[in-house]
């Protein structure tokens, strides 16, 4: 079936550092991606999407590579901050309106 | 927020009994997801409601239905639950403005 996953689940960098976050998908059919942030005890918050036509798409601090070749999509968040202490995990769509989500990346920012 | 409400945000209770969820949206939105997550596991779909009283089956259904009498509410029932069923529940609505879907706050429920 259709999948997404994430390269790492847990992720620490200094806070002012860029973060990189990634996720493959196997479904190359695959046309529209989504990044999600979720913080503890709360539910997915959008980000940032893209489209297969799109190789980058940026927005504020945030930017998503999408590489269809390999079927690849990363998150960069620049300038880390405390604030970004979250789980983040990608979803791409399946068919009509649903989505199959990764399991996602626990990414910690040290002061 | 966008307006959905989840209750309760906590439930523990056996197995064998019944448990509701319920959703409750003021966006009058007109489609609806329930989603449980698990851990080493993605949101996975549950059910989802297209309009009042058109709903379907999602990838994880068994065990679970759903019921949407109104669009600001969808309900998710458990009629016997399972300690497999021991999940965190979203709800989500969506479309929802430049967003595919926005999810609630969800309910922590546990069975014993």
């Known amino acids: 079936g259709e999948s997404v996953g994430l390269h790492l689940p847990t992720l620490s960098v200094q806070e002012g550092d860029n973060s990189i976050i990634n996720c493959a998908y196997s479904?190359?059919?695959?046309?529209?991606f989504i990044w999600y942030k979720q913080e503890s005890g709360k539910g997915p918050q959008f980000i940032i999407d893209?489209?297969?036509?799109?190789d980058k798409r940026q927005g504020q601090r945030v930017t998503v590579l999408l590489n269809k070749t390999v079927k690849h999509l990363s998150l960069q968040i620049a300038a880390t901050q405390p604030g970004d202490s979250a789980v983040y995990f990608c979803?791409?769509?399946?068919?009509?309106?649903?989505?199959?989500f990764g399991t996602g990346t626990s990414l910690t920012v040290i002061p | 927020d966008a307006g959905i409400t989840q209750s309760p945000r906590h439930k523990v209770t056996e197995t064998g009994t019944p448990v509701t969820l319920r959703c409750h949206q003021t966006?009058?939105?007109?489609?609806m997801y329930w989603y449980r997550q698990d851990p080493g596991h993605g949101l996975r779909l549950i059910h989802y409601?297209?309009?009042?009283?058109?709903?379907d089956k999602g990838e994880v259904s068994d065990g679970y239905s759903v019921s949407r009498s109104k669009t600001e509410d969808f309900l998710l029932t458990l009629e016997s639950a399972t300690s497999s069923q021991t999940s965190v529940y979203f709800c989500?609505?969506?479309?929802?403005?430049?967003?595919?879907?926005?999810f609630g706050d969800g309910t922590r429920l546990s069975i014993l």
């Open positions: 479904n190359s059919a695959s046309d529209y």
């Open positions: 893209i489209r297969s036509n799109m």
């Open positions: 979803a791409g769509k399946a068919t009509g309106n649903q989505f199959y």
């Open positions: 989500a609505i969506g479309p929802y403005g430049d967003q595919p879907q926005h």
């Open positions: 966006e009058n939105h007109r489609y």
């Open positions: 409601s297209y309009g009042v009283k058109d709903t």
